[in-house]
């Protein structure tokens, strides 16, 4: 089976642009849960995806939005870039969306902001 | 102050070495994973425990849950264990994570 995708590995973007980053789960799995990965802050659960539903969010701003697609796809958008928002993002999928479900992480997204 | 802790915050051992990395949590879980990140991000889980002890290969993890404590050992370290190792817990659907362990071996 193939692993979970993420797509672009690379992104550089200026404050105020938007971004939208994608995640491809393995083949089967429902749950995508999208995570932030910052030297200061180390891993942040950002939201989970269930079955095209948002079943939980972290604690950030609303310019983080994701949606998850019938095929079980997601992406995450942020719109007016900040530089704080300079990070790997990650996704990673699992079979159901329960906290005890072994979840597969992708290689992630580097965003850098200038 | 932090609902994951993990200790210590780096660690270098020789070849060989028997390796202990210690997570505790004042929430209350469903389950604790233990991921392995190497250089360039990439994660994968190791463990996902909600009671007692699993073992693969060099790896051994406990967990305790009326300490709220877990550890993740690794037996005779080999230099490709070299990694940063997280502790995550499992509430309410979500993994909250403690800040990670760097092993250079």
């Known amino acids: 089976k193939a692993g979970v995708t993420q797509t672009p590995r690379y992104l550089i973007k200026t404050r105020g642009q938007q971004v939208t980053l994608s995640c491809s789960p393995i083949?089967?799995?429902?749950?995508v849960s999208w995570y932030q990965q910052t030297p200061g802050q180390g891993l942040q659960f950002l939201f989970e995806y269930f079955s095209e539903t948002q079943r939980n969010k972290g604690n950030f701003p609303g310019r983080f939005s994701g949606r998850q697609f019938s095929n079980s796809r997601s992406e995450m958008n942020v719109s007016t870039l900040e530089l704080g928002d300079s990070a790997l993002y990650l996704c990673?999928?699992?079979?159901?969306?329960?906290?005890?479900?072994?979840?597969?992480f992708g290689p992630g997204t580097r965003l850098t902001v200038l | 102050k932090n609902e994951v802790e993990q200790s210590p915050q780096n660690l270098t051992a020789q070849e060989g070495e028997f390796i202990t990395i210690n997570c505790s949590y004042s929430v209350g879980i469903s389950a604790l994973h233990w991921l392995q990140q190497h250089p360039g991000g990439g994660i994968v889980s190791l463990f996902m425990?909600?009671?007692g002890k699993k073992k693969h290969g060099r790896l051994i993890a406990t967990i305790n849950i009326q300490e709220k404590h877990s550890s993740l050992h690794i037996t005779a370290s080999h230099p490709r264990d070299s990694a940063v190792y997280i502790c995550a817990v499992g509430r309410a659907d979500k993994l909250i994570f403690g800040t990670g362990t760097r092993l250079q071996v």
């Open positions: 990673a999928s699992s079979l159901d969306h329960r906290a005890t479900d072994t979840q597969y």
């Open positions: 425990l909600s009671s």
């Open positions: 083949s089967g799995h429902r749950s």
